[in-house]
């Protein structure tokens, strides 16, 4: 993979409308007349009846127009890309390898540009942004390599529905866009609302080149959920977003027969007695804030034994004081850039403001400093690492992952306080436990309510052949990642692994 060159100073506010440019002359049948991007249904593109500003979390500048397709052209949409699902379906699995390989070569030809246009898209820092598509290259040629077995004696769904949030729109939304149509399947994927939609519908017109059966939609939720979950032609759903709107897509699947897998926020605990190495725990605390901690699997809730507050407290500042938060393309250092909108970080405050009111110390707040940023550039985007004491039981930063650089620390006097705290979301996507004594720490990750546990560690989603999952109010469906994601959306004689709540 070639290496992208930060941009300098002077030219960062041509930046965004130069790349765009860039984008219309390489791929220009994903714009119209006046530049605005369309949306790619079953190998047409659609002119919606209106379009919507996306706004960079950079700057908070216009970057380009997205598609707003109506209730009727998102029925519509379902019922095309279903008619992809037989001819598709036909193919040869080597047949369809090939298809695959053509569209990942042109990903791989095009990389540069979708790394530039996804930071400025939902304001990563370049070498995130890198990470995000490369992860995503690498691991279609992993299932490319590894596929064959998975299918055996398995058989396609249909047509998949993909909803998901913005934050990692390649390695996470694309690659299982990849993997669903690489087993034989037709998809329709939905524009996330807050962001990634410019260099998602960049590569899905990379996909269509290549002939693969794919299709995004773009629209408001209240426009295309019904098209995109309730439809009869609708066989499987993938969904990835907040506990509010995944229960109410699980209530409308539940009773029948579409096969789903619906990744739902939790508070993602690390519970830390009886240690001592808070060097290598501070490096973990830094390493936590990749991409601000708008990750499903960011640590954001800190319950340590009462007697070790005092010595976390100073790991805690020694790791994250030195962070710096600013233009993620700029020159110098920055080590995260803005949150997805300005107002998240109002909301943010807001939560911060209303828990300070009802006595929460804090304690540590960072700082912007100007040199982090362009003269004149809107900061509203911006969040500096918080680190909050004694929140209310009844706060939403208490019960709720904030999704963005802000700490909870709970101190606890006992070890199945220590447990009740690290599971106060009834179900997460991962945990850790930090002590110095092996067997404390096996019975301790055994009674931490996640899907993934880790002893002295961080733990991520995953790539690959690692399985990603919930438990609790984290998930409802099968389960993902490696082979479990392909047999999540065929038909098999293998039993189906996942979260089955009553």
Request: with cysteine; net charge negative; aromatic share 8%.
């Amino acid at each position: 993979m070639s290496q992208i060159e930060l941009v300098g100073e002077p030219l960062l506010h041509l930046e965004s409308s130069r790349l765009l440019a860039e984008a219309r002359r390489v791929i220009p049948e994903a714009f119209d007349a006046q530049g605005r991007l369309l949306s790619p249904i079953a190998g047409a593109w659609v002119h919606p009846p209106a379009w919507f500003d996306a706004r960079s979390p950079i700057d908070g500048q216009v970057f380009a127009s997205l598609p707003l397709l109506s209730q009727a052209q998102a029925v519509q949409a379902v019922e095309k890309a279903a008619g992809e699902f037989l001819p598709w379906s036909a193919r040869s699995l080597n047949a369809r390898m090939h298809a695959v390989l053509d569209a990942l070569d042109l990903l791989e030809d095009h990389r540069d540009l979708l790394v530039r246009v996804l930071a400025w898209d939902i304001g990563k820092t370049l070498p995130t942004a890198c990470n995000d598509v490369d992860r995503c290259l690498t691991g279609l040629e992993w299932y490319l390599e590894n596929i064959g077995p998975m299918l055996e004696s398995r058989a396609p769904l249909g047509l998949v529905s993909n909803i998901a949030s913005w934050n990692y729109p390649f390695s996470v939304l694309l690659l299982n866009v990849l993997v669903q149509t690489l087993a034989g399947n037709s998809v329709i994927a939905k524009i996330p609302t807050q962001g990634g939609g410019v260099s998602l519908t960049l590569a899905f017109a990379l996909m269509r080149r290549a002939r693969l059966p794919v299709s995004l939609a773009g629209g408001r939720g209240k426009d295309l959920s019904e098209a995109l979950v309730g439809h009869p032609l609708i066989a499987g759903v993938a969904f990835i977003g907040g506990r509010a709107n995944g229960a109410e897509v699980h209530r409308r699947l539940r009773d029948t027969n579409k096969r789903y897998a619906l990744e739902m926020e939790g508070v993602n605990a690390y519970a830390i007695t009886r240690f001592t190495d808070w060097d290598g725990l501070s490096r973990q605390i830094r390493a936590g804030f990749d991409f601000g901690k708008q990750r499903c699997t960011a640590y954001t809730r800190w319950v340590v034994e009462k007697s070790l507050v005092p010595r976390f407290v100073r790991a805690y500042v020694d790791a994250v004081s030195s962070l710096r938060v600013g233009h993620p393309l700029l020159s110098s250092h920055v080590d995260f850039g803005p949150l997805i909108s300005a107002s998240k970080v109002e909301e943010l405050r807001a939560l911060i403001d209303d828990a300070r009111a009802r006595g929460t110390e804090v304690l540590y707040e960072g700082t912007l400093t100007d040199d982090a940023f362009v003269p004149s550039q809107s900061r509203g985007s911006y969040i500096a690492p918080t680190l909050l004491f004694g929140v209310p039981r009844d706060s939403e930063l208490y019960l709720r992952e904030p999704f963005g650089p802000v700490d909870v620390l709970m101190s606890v006097d006992s070890e199945e306080e220590l447990i009740r705290e690290a599971n106060v979301s009834q179900g997460a996507l991962v945990a850790s436990v930090a002590t110095d004594d092996p067997q404390l720490a096996e019975r301790l990750a055994s009674q931490l309510q996640a899907f993934k546990v880790g002893i002295n560690k961080l733990r991520s989603r995953g790539d690959r052949e690692e399985p990603f999952g919930g438990k609790g109010g984290s998930w409802a469906g099968v389960f993902v990642g490696g082979t479990h994601l392909v047999h999540a959306f065929t038909e098999g004689p293998h039993a189906l692994e996942g979260n089955w709540p009553d």
